[in-house]
T-cell receptor, first 117, second 114 residues
Framework: GAVVSQHPSRVICKSGTSVKIECRSL??????MFWYRQFPKKSLMLMAT?????????EQGVEKDKFLINHASLTLSTLTVTSAHPEDSSFYIC?????????????FGPGTRLLVL | KNQVEQSPQSLIILEGKNCTLQ??????????LRWYKQDTGRGPVSLTI?????NTKSNGRYTATLDADTKQSSLHITASQLSDSASYIC?????????????FGKGTTLSVSS
């Protein structure tokens, strides 16, 4: 149980285009989903907290107009990287918290590798 | 400042050998400590979770220890296998008035060779 999927697993796009990444909790409902970014050999960095039916909460330094987050249902959150640039190339990981769990209980997705040319 | 420091940064061992990874933290107020295994190009997978009152927790060949007094944790891997090659991340939860925050270590990259 507690499986989180991400789609796509990897994407290559041209600079200036927008890319959407989906995060789904497959066998549980999640009121809260988290989006992380990870650079090579670095730790995960929290970008934003996504709550179903409300606006996402962004961490300091993360541009909300650059990284659009939508949490339309209890099993789906999407991250859209708008007008992507090469410096946005990174590994993006989502996690989901079951309805009964707090922020501490997070199940991570497999990640999405984004390469912006 | 809440911080989680892991050592060593990387480690290479022969298959079948044991190894121990370290995690030191300065997190307050402490809630729990988790060890995750992250394979290359994959998301982290939880190995163990320990609260303040727990000293040790095992999951197969993985054994985690916690010393809340010295704020240190270790992850011991017994009889290593090639599939143990991964990054091991120590994550400490801090639960305060503003809510719960997860503080991630930078991880230890383990390479198991035959």
């Amino acid at each position: 149980g507690a499986v989180v999927s991400q789609h796509p697993s990897r994407v290559i796009c041209k600079s200036g285009t927008s890319v959407k990444i989906e995060c789904r909790s497959l066998d549980f409902q999640a009121t809260t989903m988290f989006w992380y970014r990870q650079f090579p050999k670095k730790s995960l960095m929290l970008m934003a907290t996504s709550n179903e039916g409300s606006k996402a909460t962004y961490e300091q330094g993360v541009e909300k107009d650059k990284f659009l987050i939508n949490h339309a249902s209890l099993t789906l959150s999407t991250l859209t990287v708008t007008s992507a640039h090469p410096e946005d190339s990174s590994f993006y990981i989502c996690s989901a918290t079951p309805l009964a769990g707090g922020r501490e209980t997070q199940y991570f997705g497999p990640g999405t590798r984004l390469l912006v040319l | 400042k809440n911080q989680v420091e892991q050592s060593p940064q990387s480690l290479i061992i022969l298959e079948g050998k044991n190894c121990t990874l370290q995690c030191n933290y300065t997190v307050s107020p402490f809630s729990n400590l988790r060890w995750y295994k992250q394979d290359t190009g994959r998301g982290p997978v939880s190995l163990t979770i320990m609260t303040f009152s727990e000293n040790t927790k095992s999951n197969g060949r993985y054994t985690a220890t916690l010393d809340a007094d010295t704020k240190q944790s270790s992850l011991h891997i017994t009889a290593s296998q090639l599939s143990d090659s991964a990054s091991y991340i120590c994550v400490v939860s801090a639960r305060g008035q503003a809510g719960t925050a997860l503080i991630f270590g930078k991880g230890t990259t383990l390479s198991v060779s035959s």
